[in-house]
């Protein structure tokens, strides 16, 4: 019984250790690409999750109403990232019937225009709700 959760404990660790380091490595790159993003969910694998950032994690919660929100707070970047995941399960069906590019990095699902005054009222509620 200790080794399953030994097992269950090691995993959700990996999850978030690899989500650091992408954070850690890629957290300009990534904010860069949201900057101006009004109609790409830029997506990355986590393990059993998709995990977007930003604009895009409000076109994933636009998507798929069950995702996941978070706030993050890197030490090198001075204000709260929204941060939304969805199972890896949810969205493939999605996917399957939709435009998507994958690359090295990241996978890249274009999307609907998106309202900048709608995102800028969604993230500053979210920031605002969850901290």
Request: proline share 4%; with cysteine; net charge positive.
């Amino acid at each position: 019984m200790s080794l399953h959760r030994y097992k269950v404990s090691r995993k959700i660790e990996t999850r978030w250790m690899q989500l650091q380091n992408l954070m850690e490595a890629q957290h300009v790159k990534i904010l860069n690409r949201e900057k101006d993003n009004a109609c790409r969910a830029y997506l990355y694998n986590a393990g059993e999750y998709w995990i977007a950032f930003e604009r895009s994690a409000w076109q994933l919660c636009q998507l798929f109403p069950q995702s996941n929100v978070s706030i993050l707070h890197l030490k090198t970047y001075p204000f709260p990232i929204v941060m939304a995941s969805v199972l890896y399960q949810h969205a493939l069906p999605y996917f399957r019937q939709h435009i998507v590019q994958t690359f090295r990095d990241h996978t890249i699902l274009l999307t609907s225009a998106l309202p900048s005054t709608k995102y800028c009222k969604w993230h500053r509620d979210t920031v605002n709700g969850l901290q």
